[in-house]
């Protein structure tokens, strides 16, 4: 059922346009991760679903009524819903204090709100901070204090601005247990934005990738890194190999793509002729030393141009007439005994090619 | 064989299935446990895969993804 519907929205700011046409259906109890990179318009769409900003144009429908516009329908629209901004924000009093101002303000009984601020502090794991001055809090911690202000409210609809930018890792990783457990058991329906592309891919049941003001895809987490749709959605969840070729030859899905002078196979059902883009992603790559008989229809040789460690994995760039960058375990690297000008082979499977139309 | 992936498993082919683009090949390794890989026919054919072939089935750690109960 879809609980939040956004049609065609357009934000303009001092003439610049921040937002353009955005289309977005939010079913109830799912939880939707918007990624994109910095400057994309991600908090900006979460203000004005949060109401706390108006359109330029288009429509914002909260669970069938128009909410754009009409000033009754916002405030109580409001009050259904619950924001986490990047930066949380604290008041001069303890942390019992801080989560319990929400339900004050709707003046819920005094055991009441004992009683539930008790359980989202429990939640959020900060049960023995309860009586802590919130100011003297690390980042981390205000910010499951914030969560835990925003819970206990009961939203029916969870927003969260980019909910761990700047924490550190255990703080993220502590965030993103209480976020998953909020998703799972409560059921609660959530939007959250994120530049961090595998965090949306842990939380989310389907990820909008907004750049520069445009969604450009929605879909599960498989599909968006998987099947880019786009090759600025490519570029954004990591796909470094994006090669422009033609298919040269067709059978069945079974397709010869020409690159750079080079044939790939790969399985497509675009037609012959057709100007296309081929997706391979670096972790589908595999290296040996030698042509070894593989089932892999595709193996080119090339000499290595760029070795770079990233802690576990290595980055391998190797030339082979088109550059082709891989991914392999530094151990792997260090057994290999991988140099910079060695020759080597890369193989991929047909079936790990994405192939998408070429404008 | 020097292979940068760092699951190297030999076994037998148990069986191949052949679709109309793909095969579904199933490897039996030593200690009875069962792979499935799905490659394109020609591969099937180029590696003259059948029944009782002895062959590796090579995984890359990166796709190798594990569950608990």
């Known amino acids: 059922m879809t609980f939040l519907q956004i049609s065609d929205l357009c934000k303009t700011y001092n003439e610049r346009s921040i937002l353009r046409g955005v289309n977005l259906s939010i079913d109830k109890g799912y939880a939707y991760a918007v990624i994109g990179p910095t400057g994309a318009g991600k908090t900006t769409l979460i203000r004005l679903i949060d109401l706390l900003d108006t359109p330029s144009s288009g429509r914002i429908l909260f669970d069938g009524v128009d909410v754009t516009r009409s000033g009754k329908s916002r405030n109580s629209t409001r009050r259904r ?26 003046r819920e009984q005094k055991h009441a709100i004992r009683s539930k601020v008790d359980e989202v502090l429990g939640l959020v794991g900060m049960g023995d901070y309860r009586d802590r001055d919130a100011r003297t809090l690390s980042g981390g911690e205000m910010q499951r204090v914030a969560i835990a202000r925003a819970l206990v409210i009961e939203p029916e609809l969870l927003l969260l601005d980019e909910p761990t930018a700047n924490l550190d890792p255990v703080s993220v990783s502590k965030i993103e247990d209480v976020l998953a457990h909020i998703i799972k058991k409560r ?27 445009e969604l450009l895809q929605v879909g599960s987490p498989n599909e968006i890194f998987c099947q880019p749709a786009d090759r600025k959605v490519a570029e954004f969840v990591g796909v470094e190999n994006i090669l422009p070729g033609t298919v040269a030859g067709k059978e069945n899905e079974l397709a010869i793509i020409n690159v750079n002078g080079e044939d790939i196979q790969a399985i497509t059902d675009l037609a012959y002729g057709e100007n296309v883009f081929v997706m391979i992603r670096p972790e589908d790559i595999t290296f040996t030393r030698t042509r070894d008989a593989s089932s892999a229809r595709n193996v080119f040789e090339g000499r290595i141009n760029k070795i770079v460690p990233l802690g576990p994995l290595t980055r391998i760039e190797l030339d082979c007439g088109m550059p082709l960058l891989g991914v392999v375990t530094t151990r792997s690297a260090s057994e290999m005994e991988l140099t910079m000008g060695s020759k080597l082979f890369a193989s991929f499977k047909a079936t790990a090619i994405h192939v998408i139309k070429r404008a | 064989m020097k292979i940068s992936a760092r699951n190297v498993l030999k076994g037998k082919v148990k069986q191949v299935k052949t679709g109309a683009v793909n095969s579904e090949v199933i490897v039996k390794t030593a200690n009875g446990d069962e792979i499935v890989s799905i490659i394109t026919n020609e591969s099937a054919k180029n590696l003259k895969l059948a029944k009782g072939k002895a062959v590796y089935a090579v995984i890359k750690a990166s796709n190798v993804m594990i569950m608990t109960d």
């Open chain 1, 187 to 213: 059921k609660t329906t959530v939007l959250m934005s994120t530049h961090d592309m595998p965090q949306g891919q842990r939380l989310a049941d389907k990820i909008a990738v907004l750049i520069n003001g």
């Open chain 1, 81 to 106: 819903m619950a924001l986490v901004q990047q930066k949380p924000i604290v008041f001069k009093m303890n942390v019992f204090g801080n989560i319990a101002c929400g339900l004050k303000w709707r």
